[in-house]
């Protein structure tokens, strides 16, 4: 079943601050973040696993809450750089298959 | 190379004609994944391997995709019979998986394939 994301579109000022989430039915070992700018390939982000750890990259920065089965993602002080569309990647246990996200598209303006 | 390659870039075909899509993973990578991206949609998971293993084809849309990995390296994918609803981007995947089965994904630019 694949994970719902939510806005599925935002649209920033330069300097901005954004939240994208992430949910899922199903119990997680882990989340993945990529970001893909159009025509290109998805580029990996971070990954959150089941115990709390978090990664950052940049000013963006994630959380991963194994009750309610979501993850979110914080974009601070957004760039133009960071316009694309992200996807978050979710990994049950025993087994490693990666089912991504229904995608959320972040357009930032100066 | 230093990344995952992916060949053809670009494939039209007719409708009808047997097609097929290569992915050469960056080396010691054991996971290899298959994803299909039509235009302006997300990533559908069609199939992983594991070693040369392959554990899960869920993802496969019908029994006219199949996919083999040899060597631990090299896979093809193959879609037999193509219809225009086959028409999509091709994204193949790496991943080490040394860390707890967390490793992250490495893209390939993708195959385009249009079948008229």
């Known amino acids: 079943q694949q994970p719902v994301q939510s806005p599925q579109a935002v649209i920033l000022r330069e300097g901005e601050d954004a939240v994208i989430n992430c949910s899922s039915s199903?119990?997680?070992?882990?989340v993945h973040w990529y970001r893909q700018k159009h025509g290109e390939a998805p580029v990996f982000l971070m990954i959150?696993?089941?115990?709390?750890e978090q990664k950052g990259h940049e000013k963006i920065s994630a959380s991963f809450n194994e009750k309610k089965q979501q993850s979110s993602l914080y974009l601070t002080a957004s760039q133009l750089s960071y316009s694309g569309t992200y996807f978050c990647?979710?990994?049950?246990?025993?087994?490693?298959?990666?089912?991504f996200g229904t995608g959320t598209r972040l357009q930032v303006f100066p | 190379g230093a990344g995952v390659s992916q060949s053809p870039s670009n494939k039209v075909t007719e409708k009808g004609k047997d097609v097929e899509l290569r992915c050469d993973p960056i080396s010691g990578h054991t996971a290899l994944y298959w994803y299909r991206q039509s235009l302006g949609q997300g990533l559908e998971f069609l199939i992983y391997f594991q070693g040369n293993s392959a554990p899960d084809k869920s993802g496969l849309p019908s029994d006219r995709f199949s996919a083999e990995r040899t060597g631990g390296s090299v896979s093809t994918l193959t879609i037999q019979r193509t219809q225009q609803e086959d028409s999509a981007v091709y994204l193949c995947a790496s991943s080490s998986l040394g860390q707890g089965r967390a490793g992250e994904l490495f893209f390939g630019e993708g195959s385009r394939l249009t079948v008229l």
């Open positions: 199903k119990a997680l070992y882990s």
């Open positions: 959150l696993l089941k115990g709390g």
């Open positions: 990647g979710l990994r049950s246990y025993n087994t490693d298959k990666l089912i």
